[in-house]
């Protein structure tokens, strides 16, 4: 029994030492651990301070393309190219002050200003020297450079520039989309950011990845509806006639009538969407779409289709004009000159207001308010164009007599000019009404029929009457085509009435007549003071323009003789 | 006893192939890790030259500057009605 207590004792007293053993080795180590903390932190702090800055774990961001903007025939509007941007560390810059005068010098800055930003933002971790460079020039710039670095970001470019910059839009520096289709389909071509853990040393590089958090996805790529040769022919023709008559300012649009596809759209004054420093806000204006006016004479095609489905009138019907001028509750209607009795093609052929006036005051003001509201005026035209005028129609029941009799010539209402294209489709159409779009379509889409076949049908022969020697648009003549379209030369409203001096110049109108392809409306605002006339100045923009466009589309001319047709054909059979 | 003896060796072992396995992975992430760099330099090269291409490619197509070439350079001109003969 002792023997078994003297042996527990002893192997008792043998964990003891082991216990005091072990205490002292760990107060040792922890002792140790203290020691060489506090020597750390008080002696060696800024030598470590600068090591750890060597080795650091970030999170960097990656970015990716936007998508780019294609026409309908996949010709790029907009692109992104890779850039990069300087950024610096001041404190690393200034630590060897003779650095600033290098990068000074390679970026072609001033020397006393970097050195001022420098300063000013000393602690800041994160200074942006020179933005958007050149990859290649990039690295010459922060070469042997300590505390520069650079940072890959996109620039948008846009090749055509002023051309079809109204209808592109442009993005703000950091690529993200402020006016136009970059603006409203934002979400669509933005690409998304991804980022990555990396251990980097002092020069920026990347000595590690840790980990890849998010991939970047680049954004998706944007068919319009445009037609870059198109547009191109349009720009051209609309800014010379701009040019020549010492216009204000001018829109022209073209709709395929199939689809409502707008195949080009320019504005006089433009801007070029590279140089964001140089843009005057006037000139960012997408006149065509966000413009009001009111659309004068060119309503008259839409006042005889409303009587025509209404059954008031008939093709053939005959209307007094005589003597030239009407008197609606005390207030005058004129003519240019008493033109006498007309048939309805005359009235468009001649442009006569009394006509139209007489053709919508036998008409009731619900009948025509309805379809003037089913061709699409006062409404939105589904371009969804960022500050599109839905234009202003008002109600009928606000209509007194001579407010109805304006309407019929275009007067107490406004239009875009994509409204004002948008309904002459309907005419073109055979009566279907569609939204007009900037994307291209790939299905033909279904349309609203407002007009009856026959009526749409027989409008359009009317039309052609006003291009035809006698009308008021000789001048919109393309030979080898039929065309069918009405002038207008609306006097500008001002405040108490409407100007005596200033005019907006319009035509719209349609080609080949027979079996429409192209709606084509241009409007030139406040030309000069000797030639002002929508037939004088807008119609030849629109003969231009659409003669090239019929041309490039290889659109089968309508108005060669049959005979020479047929020769042709028995000799290409031979 | 001399059980646990081979069970420690045993783990030993495994312990050993282990750090190594460790270490030849690393080494093989580092590989990869700079293959994926050249690959992403060789990308964001040919992504630049692209874009490069495509402004230059935009440029030439330019509908004026084609148009003053044929015009000027090649004396070309529209055609117009009388001088085309349409089939059928």
Known sequence: MSRRVADKEHVNQHYMMRHVFVLVVIVLMFGGLVVRAAYLQAYEQSFLAEQGDQRQIRQIKTLSQRGSIIDRNGEVLAVSTPVDSVWVIPRQILAEPEQVAVLAKRLALDEQKIQYKLQRRATSQFVYLKRHLEPEHAQRVVRDIKGAYLQREYRRFYPDSEIVGHVTGFTNIDDEGLEGLEYLFDDWMESKKGSRMVVQNRMGEVVEEVKSLQQAIPGKVLQTSIDMRLQYLAYRSLKSAVQQHKAVSGSAILVKVKTGEILAMVNQPSYNPNDRASMKPAHLRNRAITDMFEPGSTMKPFAVAAALDNKIFHADSWIDTAPGWLSVSGNAIKDFKNYGRLDITGILRKSSNVGAAKIVMALKSEKLWQAYKSYGFGDLTGVEYPGEAAGYLSHYAQWRNFDLATKAYGYGMSSSVAQLARAYTVIANDGKLLDLSLLKQDVEPEGRQVMTVKTAQTVRTMLESVIKPGGTAQKAAIRGYKVAGKTGTVKKSQRGGYTEDRYIAVFAGMAPASNPELVLVVTVNEPGKDVYYGGAVAAPVFADIMQNALRVLNVMPDDISVQQASIIQAGADT | ?88
């Open chain 2, 1 to 88: 006893m001399s059980q646990r003896f081979i069970l420690a060796g045993f783990l030993f072992v495994l312990v050993f192939i282990s750090a190594i396995a460790v270490v030849y992975v690393k080494q093989q992430s580092r590989d990869l890790y700079t293959q994926i760099r050249v690959l992403q330099k060789q990308q964001d090269a040919l992504t630049i030259n692209w874009s490069r291409l495509q402004l230059q490619h935009s440029t030439l197509t330019n509908a004026a500057y084609i148009e003053a070439v044929a015009r000027k350079k090649l004396s070309m001109q529209t055609v117009s009605h009388p001088r085309y003969v349409v089939l059928q």
